[in-house]
């Protein structure tokens, strides 16, 4: 069993910049694929960025490729997202998520563990 907990999210003007945080707690870090997802009002929720258990390897959703980058510290037992030059559109809830079996991961299903979610908001 592992807990996440997200922090980090507020209120912004669009260009501007927000660092998420998800500290686990729990089973070894390490073993962990992480990942961030996110989800608007009425929509699906969607993938934003991964990382692999070392944090050698990462993936990005094409929408915000550029803009956002993900990072772990396994001595904190924590993953960040800084997002830069953010958008309207990117207002939504963000959630970690932390993968045991997956190597690094898109896909939602693949996930075994959630936050509870901190919420975004990017005015125009």
């Known amino acids: 069993q592992v807990q996440l907990v997200e922090s980090g999210g507020g209120l912004v003007p669009a260009g501007g910049s927000l660092r998420l945080s998800c500290a686990a707690a729990?089973?070894?870090?390490?073993?962990?694929?992480m990942g961030w997802f996110r989800q608007a009002p009425g929509k699906e929720r969607e993938f934003v960025v991964a990382?692999?258990?070392?944090?050698?390897?990462?993936l990005y959703a094409d929408s915000v490729k550029g803009r956002f980058t993900i990072s772990r510290d396994s001595a904190k037992n924590t993953v960040y997202l800084q997002m830069n030059s953010l958008k309207p559109e990117d207002t939504a809830a963000y959630y970690c998520?932390?993968?045991?079996?997956?190597?690094?991961?898109?896909?939602?299903?693949?996930?075994?563990?959630w936050g509870q979610g901190t919420q975004v908001t990017v005015s125009s």
């Open positions: 998520a932390a993968a045991l079996f997956a190597t690094m991961t898109q896909k939602d299903k693949e996930y075994d563990y």
């Open positions: 990382i692999s258990r070392s944090g050698g390897s990462t």
């Open positions: 729990g089973r070894t870090f390490r073993s962990y694929a």
